[in-house]
């Protein structure tokens, strides 16, 4: 079983930063895949970025190009999101997500993820 554990979540204001961990336990064998999302009230859940066993192919949504950056620690493989610049709509409760995937490539935001932290809440305002 994987767990997933969420941190470092806050209010700030427009464009001020945050930095989101998400610790991993369990098995590493079904988790080298990992992405944050994030889902606002009344909104459906967005991916935000994911990244690949090892730091490998991040992907990022549109929306946070060039101000989000998810990386991970190669030693106790937490994840890290450094959200920068953030503005009133990047409010939302971010989740930290998990699954298996054969290959770097496949490791994007459509895929299913099988494992989920209970969230971290992230508050902008203007």
């Given at each position: 079983?994987?767990?997933?554990?969420?941190?470092?979540?806050?209010?700030?204001?427009?464009?001020g930063?945050?930095?989101?961990?998400?610790?991993?336990?369990?098995?590493?064998?079904?988790?080298?895949?990992?992405?944050?999302?994030?889902?606002?009230?009344?909104?459906?859940?967005?991916?935000?970025?994911?990244?690949?066993?090892?730091?490998?192919?991040?992907?990022?949504?549109?929306?946070?190009?060039?101000?989000?950056?998810?990386?991970?620690?190669?030693?106790?493989?937490?994840?890290?999101?450094?959200?920068?610049?953030?503005?009133?709509?990047?409010?939302?409760?971010?989740?930290?997500?998990?699954?298996?995937?054969?290959?770097?490539?496949?490791?994007?935001?459509?895929?299913?993820?099988?494992?989920?932290?209970q969230?971290?809440?992230?508050?902008?305002?203007?």
């Open positions: 079983q994987v767990q997933l554990v969420e941190s470092g979540g806050g209010s700030v204001q427009t464009g930063s945050l930095r989101l961990s998400c610790a991993a336990s369990g098995s590493p064998y079904t988790r080298n895949c990992i992405a944050w999302f994030r889902q606002a009230p009344g909104t459906p859940r967005e991916g935000v970025a994911s990244i690949y066993g090892g730091g490998f192919s991040p992907v990022y949504a549109d929306s946070v190009k060039g101000r989000f950056t998810i990386s991970q620690n190669n030693t106790n493989k937490a994840v890290y999101l450094q959200m920068d610049s953030l503005k009133p709509e990047d409010s939302a409760m971010y989740f930290c997500a998990a699954t298996l995937a054969t290959r770097p490539t496949f490791c994007t935001l459509s895929m299913a993820y099988t494992y989920w932290g969230g971290t809440q992230v508050t902008v305002s203007s």
